[in-house]
């Protein structure tokens, strides 16, 4: 089935730009998403993705999509203590309409 | 827009007994939401699939007698954890999904905030 992976950690000093990878394995995902969830809460849709774009920009916010590679990213420009927390990258399954979730990464933003 | 709510937002049950947790789309209607289910430190693991009128779709190894849902209408559906023990504690989550009007019909699930399940 749909698997989608990113790295556990990353810990960046505020300011800095921070990149969150994912890679996912259904290429015929249509949407990719990256979600934001804070201690004790839910999740937070941050931006999404078509699979025919390549860039999408959202102020602080910059998704690169690779389809060949199927490699999503996520990049944080001057990243702030509030962006801690851990995000999500998924991938709409094109069989069931499901979401696959990666593993979620933590991000540590240090003063 | 696209705003989810839950409730509780948790619950210390006794073992033994039942606990149901509400999600609600509060500004649209949701004829699919999902029931998620995340363990500490892990990510979001698929419970079922809620569908407004008609019966959930469990996903494998979900009993549907232990986590009974019910969606009675557009805009809310129920969790009822049945005869719950220590190791239903948990953090439920639970999505709606929002149709995407425009260059594709695939859609986008809002999150409810949580309901944090412990069972003693």
């Known amino acids: 089935g749909e698997d989608v992976e990113q790295s556990l950690f990353l810990s960046v000093r505020e300011g800095d730009s921070s990149v969150i990878n994912c890679t996912y394995t259904?290429?015929?995902?249509?949407?990719l998403y990256w979600y934001k969830q804070e201690p004790g809460a839910g999740l937070q849709l941050l931006t999404y993705?078509?699979?025919?774009?390549d860039m999408k920009q959202d102020q602080r916010l910059t998704v690169l999509l690779n389809k060949k590679d199927k490699h999503l990213s996520l990049r944080i420009a001057d990243t702030q203590t509030g962006d801690s927390a851990i995000y999500f990258c998924?991938?709409?399954?094109?069989?069931?309409?499901?979401?696959?979730f990666g593993q979620g990464t933590t991000l540590q933003v240090k003063p | 827009g696209a705003v989810v709510s839950q409730h509780p937002s948790w619950v210390i049950c006794k073992s033994g007994t039942s606990v149901k947790i509400e999600c609600r789309s509060l500004?649209?209607?949701?004829?699919?939401m999902f029931w998620y289910r995340q363990f500490p430190k892990q990510s979001l693991m698929l419970m079922a699939t809620?569908?407004?009128?008609?019966?959930?779709?469990?996903e494998q190894g979900v009993e549907k007698d232990k986590f009974l849902i019910n969606h009675a209408s557009l805009t809310l559906s129920t969790l009822t954890v049945t005869s719950a023990h220590p190791e239903d504690s948990s953090f439920y989550i639970c999505?709606?999904?929002?149709?995407?009007?425009?260059?594709?019909?695939?859609?986008?699930?809002?999150f409810g905030p949580g309901t944090r399940l412990t069972v003693l």
């Open positions: 999505s709606a999904r929002v149709k995407r009007t425009g260059i594709s019909s695939t859609d986008t699930q809002y």
């Open positions: 809620s569908n407004e009128g008609s019966k959930a779709t469990y």
């Open positions: 998924a991938a709409d399954s094109s069989n069931t309409g499901k979401l696959i």
């Open positions: 259904d290429s015929s995902s249509t949407y």
């Open positions: 993705i078509f699979s025919n774009m």
């Open positions: 500004d649209f209607q949701a004829t699919t």
